[in-house]
């Protein structure tokens, strides 16, 4: 019987022990949020990115980032060869190109062309007008 009983306070003291530790725990949950506040902080005050640096920065998968720098589609920089960076300015004007108007800019694009350019003066497929 005298060891039931000292192993029901042990074990009574180990899980007082692990709850005194998991209240100290609670300030992480803050922690990791002034974390992930560094993690966006960081990547808008660095000018030159590392390959998986770019990688989380554009939020594409490695092998669609080596696929981008050998094709020659993403700006990139290899100054020994081997390593690659990329700036982030290049990496920004990267990720606007193509830009797709909204219906009411392709609205309002369309009204203007027409109104500066008729139909019918335009001139087809490069051929001359007959005179």
């Avoid at 989380?56 to 094709?71: F, Q």
């Avoid at 982030?88 to 193509?98: A, C, G, S, V």
């Avoid at 797709?100 to 203007?112: F, G, Q, S, V, Y």
Wanted: aromatic share 10%; proline share 4%.
């Amino acid at each position: 019987m005298q060891n039931r009983t000292t192993f029901m306070e042990r074990l009574s003291e180990r899980l007082t022990t692990v709850e005194s530790v998991l209240k100290k725990l609670e300030p992480v949950e803050n922690l990791l949020k002034r974390l992930e506040m560094l993690e966006e902080s960081f990547y808008s005050t660095k000018k030159v990115f590392t390959f998986q640096e770019a990688c989380v920065y554009i939020g594409v998968s490695e092998s669609m980032l080596y696929k981008l720098t050998a094709n020659k589609e993403i700006p990139h920089y290899k100054p020994r060869g081997k390593m690659v960076y990329f700036a982030k300015e290049e990496l920004d004007e990267w990720l606007l190109q193509n830009c797709e108007p909204a219906i009411d800019d392709a609205t309002r694009m369309a009204a203007e062309s027409a109104t500066v350019e008729p139909f019918f003066n335009r001139r087809q497929n490069g051929k001359r007008k007959k005179d």
